[in-house]
């Protein structure tokens, strides 16, 4: 169903999370929009401009791992500038309260950690792109030391200790999805009673099952998003509106 007008909306909102005992939200790049972070859809956005790189490309090419490095080095200013906005603020709220148990996120930008959300609360289903991972042996590099590298020689870095190549830890297309999270995602969704989509346009898949599976399952689906999504009808609540106006009374400092 969907809301009417706003006022309404919250206060439905409100007695759906006030019945739940177990809440799980689901993020997409909205909600990290009014931290100046560009969602995939908007015109011009940082992810729009180019190709995106596919993994194998990725791994075959030292051509494509310097282009790849280059771009996350231009966004760098726009990412940690980006401050936890209202809808990160109002879940922190919920998951302090003990309302939520984990959330479950496509973003990577590592705002739900940087709201106060424990880090093993927070499922990436996407990985994090504020640090960066060996391919091979999955050593952790921090971002500073990569563009020191990168400035010294002229080129993306190799592991220091296996000689793979560094990337960013998020998932690319063609990489497989991260089994322990894809399987923490599946049982967060189906042991839920209210699973909240927020920011997600929900066409990337295998990420946009889990709101089907957390309803199957018996949950309450609510969907927060500016424009329709394929899964409305699904929902027993869609609010189309600004995620920061229709979270800003959920949050409690
Ligand atoms: P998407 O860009 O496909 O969809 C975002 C949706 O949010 C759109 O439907 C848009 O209309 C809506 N939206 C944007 N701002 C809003 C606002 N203030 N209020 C209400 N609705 C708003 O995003 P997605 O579904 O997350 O898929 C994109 C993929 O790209 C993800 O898998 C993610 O990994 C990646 N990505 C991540 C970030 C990030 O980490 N912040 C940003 C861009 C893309």
């Known amino acids: 169903m969907i809301a009417s007008d706003l006022s309404h909306a919250i206060a439905q909102l409100g007695d759906m999370i006030a019945d739940a005992s177990a809440i799980v939200p689901f993020t997409g790049a909205g909600i990290s929009t009014e931290c100046g972070i560009p969602d995939f859809r908007s015109p011009g956005g940082l992810w729009t401009r180019n190709r995106p790189i596919p993994f194998d490309e990725f791994v075959a090419s ?39 148990p984990a959330v479950i996120t496509q973003n990577i930008d ?6 106060g ?4 609360a927070v499922v990436e289903l996407h990985g994090n792109t504020t640090y960066a991972r060996c391919i091979g042996c999955g050593l952790r ?14 080129h993306a870095p190799d592991c220091s200790a296996c000689g793979e190549p560094v990337k960013t830890a ?25 699973f909240l989509v927020i920011g997600s346009s929900l066409v990337v898949w295998p ?36 995620i920061g106006e229709s979270l800003s009374p959920f949050v409690h400092n």
């Open 170 to 194: 998020t998932i690319s297309f063609g990489q497989s999805m991260p089994e322990n999270e894809m399987r923490r995602a599946a049982d967060l969704a189906r042991s839920c009673d209210l």
């Open 117 to 120: 959300i424990a880090a093993d």
């Open 207 to 242: 990420a946009a099952g889990f709101p089907v599976m957390a309803k199957q399952a018996g949950a309450r689906l609510v969907i927060i998003n500016n424009e329709p999504t394929e899964q409305d009808d699904l929902a027993d609540l869609v609010i189309r509106h600004d």
């Open 62 to 100: 030292q051509e494509a791992r310097d282009e790849a490095w280059r771009r996350r080095f231009a966004m760098e200013e726009t990412l940690s500038a980006a401050r936890p906005g209202r809808g990160h603020r109002a879940l922190a709220s919920l998951y302090r309260a003990g309302k939520i």
């Open 110 to 115: 590592n705002l739900h950690q940087a709201s």
């Open 141 to 154: 590099v921090e971002l500073p030391r990569v563009r020191q590298l990168m400035q010294a020689s002229g």
